[in-house]
């Protein structure tokens, strides 16, 4: 598989509490605050980009957060 690379831009900005629910869903992501927009930076194993933006998005969805757009 290839390590694919893409930020997900996501609202709102996450907790403490969030932020640490979410590393306990994702281990190949950084959670970051750019010009005050939260997003999480990606390396993500998976056999096409496609595959692996779908999973990073069903993760970040399933702790309640909103996926805004890919990068």
């Avoid at 598989?1 to 979410?22: G, N």
């Avoid at 590393?23 to 595959?51: C, K, W």
Wanted: no cysteine; aromatic share 4%; glycine share 4%.
């Amino acid at each position: 598989m290839k390590v694919q690379k893409f930020t997900l831009i996501i609202a709102p900005d996450p907790t403490e509490e969030e932020a640490d629910k979410l590393y306990g869903v994702i281990d190949d992501g950084t959670l970051a605050t750019i010009a005050n927009i939260p997003q999480i930076h990606f390396h993500r194993e998976a056999t096409t980009m496609d595959s692996a933006i779908r999973s990073a998005i069903a993760d970040v969805t399933s702790l309640g957060l909103e996926v805004l757009r890919v990068e």
